[in-house]
């Protein structure tokens, strides 16, 4: 019973670094995002996939970018790292017809 | 349009005594409401939801929350708080259509203290 599981969960990168997040879950479900968690300002959405092969921009989408080639994997990649992308990262995933959204145990990320 | 309000950014209260954290929302359509509870360096959980049946929600840990429409607010409370409920909790506002229709608050970390 995985649920979402995130890969890997703790990362330093250097600054100009390139890197992947895995999201994998195993709920069959259509609705998939990756949001960024800092301080005093809750959760906030990157991007999101309605379905596999496609995306959409959130609320801060600059500096990320996604791709959902299998229905059960997102993934969200860093091309060039920088400090102000350091923060803890969750996936979600949610059945399109759901309202509850299933997270994963998140992604801390350090951009050094 | 949407969104959520969590009056308080931190509540602490002692060992034992009753918890009250806030939240209010606006929505332009009927919405589903969720608690969900973080617990240091740990994911997101889901306390307990409101999906327009019983107004009063109760969720796991002895939480519980009332939907008031007329105030729209969506308090969570518990009568007697314990060592292991501190921790940061979202309220979080989904409405019933579309894929980006999630709005969470800024959160609340409740300290108790001993």
């Known amino acids: 019973n995985a649920g979402v599981t995130q890969t890997p969960k703790f990362r330093v990168l250097k600054t100009g670094q390139s890197m992947t997040l895995l999201c994998a879950q195993d709920m069959n479900h259509e609705y998939m995002y990756w949001y960024r968690q800092d301080p005093g300002m809750g959760l906030r959405l990157i991007h999101y996939s309605v379905g596999e092969g496609t995306t959409a921009k959130g609320e801060v989408p600059d500096g990320y970018n996604v791709s959902r080639l299998k229905k059960q994997n997102f993934l969200l990649g860093l091309e060039s790292a920088a400090p102000s992308q350091t923060s803890v990262y969750f996936c979600a995933s949610r059945p399109s017809g759901g309202t509850e959204a299933f997270f994963g145990q998140g992604t801390r990320l350090t951009v050094v | 349009a949407q969104s959520v309000t969590q009056l308080d950014s931190h509540v602490s209260v002692s060992e034992g005594t009753p918890v009250l954290l806030r939240c209010n929302y606006s929505s332009s359509y009927s919405p589903s409401l969720f608690w969900y509870v973080q617990h240091p360096n740990k994911g997101l959980q889901l306390l307990l939801k409101?999906?327009?049946?019983?107004?009063l929600v109760k969720g796991i840990n002895g939480f519980e929350a009332e939907f008031k429409k007329s105030e729209t607010s969506f308090h969570l409370t518990k009568p007697s708080a314990h060592m292991s409920d501190a921790a940061e909790y979202f309220c979080v506002v989904s409405l019933r259509t579309g894929a980006n229709n999630l709005f969470f608050g800024t959160g609340t970390r409740l300290t108790v203290i001993p």
């Open positions: 409101y999906t327009s049946a019983a107004t």
